[in-house]
């Protein structure tokens, strides 16, 4: 997720600023061989490949920064995270594919250019493609994967991507379940936030948040990105050449760039995504066929689906949307882990407005959730924040009920049992949607950025 940071450049030099401004950012940026002798490479599409990809190189962070984000731990030299950003013919999309860290891969025969020893095709982990080879060795094997030809390269460490975000002043994202993971310090009660470069870095790294792991990661580094792209857009730095330059500034000393990734490409690519916007993105991950794969000597890794990630990777080879216009559909519904059904709800009207626990009961029983038909009034009247009260045992079953309740507040109340409770507040607008996902394998549709970026609405229960 690192490299997204590198695509928010190549956004911000929409606004025209001028050849000087850019000229500087080129010069700024290590450049690396990126294609030296590759052969046998895909035949060019229609529009632009850029291969982004996000190391896991620290040496620039501070030591408060390592303890306060937990990113201490040796650095493994090899990608964190990896996606094609495929730009449009007309400069009207920007359609990003996720490529798991942990596909199975088959490196393509190679000649080490050290020793001149000669290497055969043999299987690794995605992303330790780029620790036995390099850039060079990364894009060979992205390209023999999925037979498109990559156009340019662009890498982004940790450093990096804190430094932007925090320039931006912050971007905002939303969550409708808590969000935990004591591996990277992440912990996000239902909600919206501004999230500063740290504290975006956790969110976007954290891989322990349920059983989706690494996909639900790309999930969320998805969402993230249009997050970003939006902040970028909206914010007025596109047009502020002070503002511009200190974002430019802030990713110089971690990006590098293939040779032909120059001032001219940036001016070009830049103008002509003057008017981008969230609406004008979208995101998909590359389709798993098997999870858990095993290889002897890897362990378990994540097999591509031969069919439905040919089609994907055909679409883009085509220069054709990911995703499809559907004009009368509304939000989407939350992926959660439990059905509806499964979770019993009682619900108690906590203010003085008259019928509000009837109408939560029959909006939950609409939604699907298996409601007591026999909603009560609480014993307070004061309630501002809806409540759902549980069992920690029925953890899950609760964070059902939370994505359904947005911006309502979980208390934990053991011994409880599987009844859930419903407090209702005079925050209480509407149930939302939800859908019952396996977070072993999260759905791999494409959605366009204004899908998954917070709503206006949301905006009013922001948090620190």
Known sequence: MRAVTTLSVVVLASAGIGHAVVTSLDAG???????????NRPRAGHGMN?????????DKISESERRAYRLGGQPCHCTDTMMIVHISEDRERASVVSLPRDSYA????????RTGRRHAPHPVKLNAAYAEGGPQLTIATVENMTRVKIDHYLEVDFTSFMKTVDVLGGVRICTTTPLKDSYTGLDLAPGTYTLNGGQALQYVRARHVDGASDLGRMKRQQRFLAALIERATSSGVLLNPMRFRDVTRAVLGSVRADEGFGTDELLDLGRAMRNFSPSSSEFSTVPIGQMNF???GL???LKWDPTASGRLFQTLREDKPLTVDHPHRGPRPAPVEVEPRQVRVQVENGTRTAGLAKR?????????FATTHQ???AAVHDVRRTVISYDPRWDRSARTLAAALPGSALRAVPGMGPTLKVTGGSDFKAVHRVK????????????RGSEVVCSASEGASEGA
């Open 294 to 296: 095993p290889v002897k």
């Open 375 to 377: 909603p009560t009034t």
């Open 50 to 58: 850029v291969l982004l990809v996000g190391t896991d190189a620290r």
């Open 29 to 39: 940026i290590t450049r690396v061989d990126a294609f030296k002798d590759m052969k």
């Open 360 to 368: 939560i009961d029959a909006a939950l029983a609409a939604a699907g």
């Open 106 to 113: 088959e490196v393509p025969e190679r000649v080490d250019p």
């Open 299 to 301: 362990g378990s890794t």
């Open 436 to 447: 019952t996902e396996d977070p072993a394998k999260p759905e791999q549709s494409a959605l």
